[in-house]
């Protein structure tokens, strides 16, 4: 088994050291050389990779893309967002993917896609985004599908927790914070590692699927208590309870269809895992 990732970052990295513990091949890209010869030091297959892909690719390039399983994690940046740029450098390295005899890709979506639903949400669930980053990962959905059809997998992943990040590092100590009655949707990095691990063992048919811990208290509750354990400031939040339903992701068939139980279920458990300063 070969797995290439695409976007060694914060979730690739982890994720990629867990596949080769695995004794999985394990390619990833960086976009410099320093960060090639950081994944040569752990072990891991380095790729230089810069988007869009031309024509031309170099043989590194075409051997990272000949993989049974290539996975992208490559999140737009919330700064300077250009849609139509991040979808042809996604959609560049899919179809050179597809052109150098990649098997099936799992790609890395967001939750976001499901915004303004309210309520419980499936991952069958219609939806219409309103978010810039939600129509922006939908469009990339779509046109992947075309592309790829049943060798695909997408997995919609909500609020990313883990180590060095926590939203309650910048919601301390704020006041007048809105929507504190809302519903939290996180998800542990080891978690978002454990179903990726299984979406590449198992090449499950479900097309689409997404990842949130069950628990979901209201951001009010959840980061006064993440404060506190943390030895910051607590946030304070307005009496405004605009939108109170909010939305709940319900990740129970993701996690049935793939025999996973979440290690980080209960939110209200956990200790931010971060370093203060």
Known sequence: MKVSICGCGWLGLPLALSLKSQAIEVWGSKTTIEGVNVLQQLGINGCLLTLPLT??????????????VLIIAIPPGRRNLEPQVHIEK?????????????????????????????GEVLETTPIHPNSASGQLHYTLEQQLRQQWQQQLTV???????????????????????????QPVNLVHLDDCI?????????H????????????????????????????LPIPEFSDDNHGV?????????????????????????????????
């Open 55 to 68: 024509e031309e690719m170099n043989p590194t390039t075409i051997q990272f893309l000949t993989t049974d």
């Open 155 to 181: 997995l919609r992943l909500s609020g990313l927790i883990g180590p060095q990040r926590h939203p309650v590092t910048f919601l301390s100590g704020r006041q007048q914070l809105s929507a504190g009655k």
């Open 194 to 202: 454990r179903v990726i691990s299984a979406i590449i063992a198992q």
């Open 204 to 231: 499950p048919s479900m097309p689409i699927m997404h990842l949130a811990a069950s628990t979901h208290p209201s951001r009010e509750q959840y980061y006064t208590a993440m404060a506190i354990k943390s030895q």
């Open 245 to 277: 339903n909010g939305k709940k992701i319900n990740s129970n068939q993701t996690l049935n269809t793939l025999s996973v139980v979440l290690q980080h279920d209960d939110l209200l458990l956990g200790t931010p895992q971060i370093s203060l300063k």
């Open 90 to 118: 996604i959609m560049s390295l899919a179809t050179a993917a597809k052109k150098a005899g990649c098997q099936r890709i799992i790609f890395i979506s967001t939750t976001s896609v499901y915004d303004p639903l309210q």
